[in-house]
T-cell receptor, first 114, second 113 residues
Framework: DGGITQSPKYLFRKEGQNVTLSCEQN?????MYWYRQDPGQGLRLIYY???????QKGDIAEGYSVSREKKESFPLTVTSAQKNPTAFYLC?????????????FGPGTRLTVL | GNSVTQMEGPVTLSEEAFLTINCTYT??????LFWYVQYPGEGLQLLLK?????DKGSNKGFEATYRKETTSFHLEKGSVQVSDSAVYFC????????????FGAGTRLAVHP
């Protein structure tokens, strides 16, 4: 089945540790995105990538890092520099082309810092 | 700048009631407008969209009309079901350039039997 997978579903981290969230898609989409969701708030864009080996900061990139070595994969690392990392993280992907503007979302990873 | 404002929730309705969730936007140019739905513990799913003024998006009994004169994209459903209980997000994608989505804060809907 085609889709976006995120793993793990739940993740616990001690303060001061880096942690990497996985996002994989087999939709052959060019663009991929990472969002953060906090209670009572909309989604905020962390990083995005429109092509392999290129990515751009979103609105709240501080304390996060990404890589895009393969079209299918866009892992997000939450570093110890992120002061308040407990949140729900959503990955999305999108085909880039004329008339295409729909982003498809994965099931999310809930990160809790202990 | 570009922004989306949704009515605050939670919205609590009885089954078969009429639903309206208000959404207004601020944007330059001619953005595309979206409604996404998030069921508990899951990611977002596209519910419907409209790409130009006066377009009506519809899906699963939900409808929303792109009103440029009032900069609105209100979500409606004539008869809600318990299974519609979820969080609904209004979003816009500005015209031209990069495909960034700007989301509203979300409105939680709870439907009781």
């Amino acid at each position: 089945d085609g889709g976006i997978t995120q793993s793990p579903k739940y993740l616990f981290r001690k303060e001061g540790q880096n942690v990497t969230l996985s996002c994989e898609q087999n939709l052959n989409h060019d663009a991929m995105y990472w969002y953060r969701q906090d209670p009572g708030q909309g989604l905020r864009l962390i990083y995005y990538s429109q092509i392999v080996n290129d990515f751009q900061k979103g609105d709240i990139a501080e304390g996060y890092s990404v890589s895009r070595e393969k079209k299918e994969s866009f892992p997000l690392t939450v570093t110890s520099a992120q002061k308040n990392p407990t949140a729900f993280y959503l990955c999305a992907s999108q085909f880039v082309g004329e008339g295409t503007d729909t982003q498809y979302f994965g099931p999310g990873t809930r990160l809790t810092v202990l | 700048g570009n922004s989306v404002t949704q009515m605050e929730g939670p919205v609590t309705l009885s089954e078969e009631a009429f639903l309206t969730i208000n959404c207004t936007y601020t944007a330059t140019g001619y953005p595309s407008l979206f409604w996404y739905v998030q069921y508990p513990g899951e990611g977002l799913q596209l519910l419907l969209k409209a790409t130009k003024a006066d377009d009506k998006g519809s899906n699963k009994g939900f409808e929303a009309t792109y009103r440029k004169e009032t900069t609105s994209f209100h979500l409606e459903k004539g008869s809600v079901q318990v299974s519609d209980s979820a969080v609904y997000f209004c979003a816009l994608r500005r015209s031209g350039g990069y495909n960034k989505l700007i989301f509203g804060a979300g409105t939680r809907l709870a439907v009781h039997p």
